[in-house]
């Protein structure tokens, strides 16, 4: 089969690819289109504005068409490229780590606000509960200086992704990454707990869209029959480890927060505002404090 972008321009196989795109009925074409040219070229929004009239190479075309075959299949752009910015920061991906999507940085505005209510003497130690990529907890390490947090993860993979995360944005003296099931292998106490567990129900996975059923992994989406399972397990050993006047904050799904908060009033956490909406509306980041004896 012969390569559409074969002999094109840059501008003209960036149009060709958005059409193909459209044809094929996925949001955002023109968008992924220029990123995906820019990654096969290796060239940033400026260098294919100023090389617009430059014919492909054969390699680069090569390339292209790769990038081309695997978004039409389905394939997330953040998948094609291994890399997805959260937080303002780039985070690298791999096949253990779920794409870090912007209705988790509520969770970090949550825990931001949180700590900064808390007024504390000493730098916060903070825990990630299933870290995955590390985007949270390497988010908020970036915001408080001197903080230094601990990600937990059952897959190896996903904890070495997040190594190398921490690593890329200087952040591995403060950061330590540990192999257990949410907070099973730790101690304490922390100031901040912090949490995107799976929440989808089973029976609920195989309706989801193609790129995150068939490319994200679903150790990392399947919450059980109710999607509450992993809520169940994390939620007392959080608030087992958490300071005196310390926060957990989770990320839920769409309705999921009036049960969430009722399952951390059941461990003796205090809910003491409402659960912070996404910029969808949907209630996203569900916290609660663990009050003074």
């Known amino acids: 089969m012969s390569n559409p972008f074969t002999g094109q321009s840059i501008e003209s196989a960036r149009r060709t690819l958005a059409a193909r795109l459209k044809a094929a009925q996925l949001d955002e074409a023109d968008l992924d289109a220029r990123i995906l040219i820019g990654a096969a070229l290796d060239l940033d929004l400026t260098g294919l504005i100023t090389q617009a009239a430059r ?7 090569s390339r292209l068409a790769q990038h081309a075959q695997r978004r039409i299949a389905g394939e997330p752009v953040a998948r094609i490229l291994g890399a997805r910015e959260f937080w303002g920061l780039p985070f690298r991906l791999s096949e253990a780590t ?3 999507r912007p209705d988790t940085e509520t969770v970090v505005e949550r825990a931001l606000e949180l700590f900064r209510e808390q007024q504390l ?6 825990a990630d509960l299933g870290t995955g990529s590390g985007a949270i907890l390497l988010a908020l390490l970036h915001e408080i200086p001197g903080a230094f947090g601990v ?3 059952v897959s190896l993979t996903a904890l070495n992704t997040a190594r190398d995360n921490a690593a890329a944005l200087g952040l591995s003296d ?3 990454f540990v192999a257990c099931s949410y907070a099973t292998a730790l101690g304490g ?3 901040l707990i912090v949490s995107n567990p799976p929440y989808i129900p089973s029976g609920e996975i195989p309706k989801l869209d193609i790129e995150v059923r068939e490319h994200d992994p679903h150790l990392a989406l399947d919450g059980g029959n109710d999607g ?3 809520y ?3 939620i007392p050993q959080a608030a087992e480890r958490l300071a005196p006047g310390g926060a957990l904050i989770v990320e839920a799904g769409q309705g999921q927060a009036r049960d969430i908060e009722t399952l951390m009033a059941a461990a003796a956490l205090s809910v003491d505002r409402p659960a912070k909406a996404d910029l969808g509306g949907i209630l996203r980041a569900v916290s609660a404090r663990k009050m003074p004896p």
């Open 232 to 234: 169940r397990a994390l």
């Open 189 to 191: 106490p922390f100031d």
């Open 151 to 153: 990600g937990t993860d």
């Open 174 to 176: 403060r950061a330590a």
């Open 55 to 61: 014919p492909l190479t054969e390699a680069e075309a």
């Open 228 to 230: 509450y399972d992993a």
């Open 121 to 126: 003497t000493h730098p916060p130690v903070i």
């Open 98 to 100: 779920l794409v870090p």
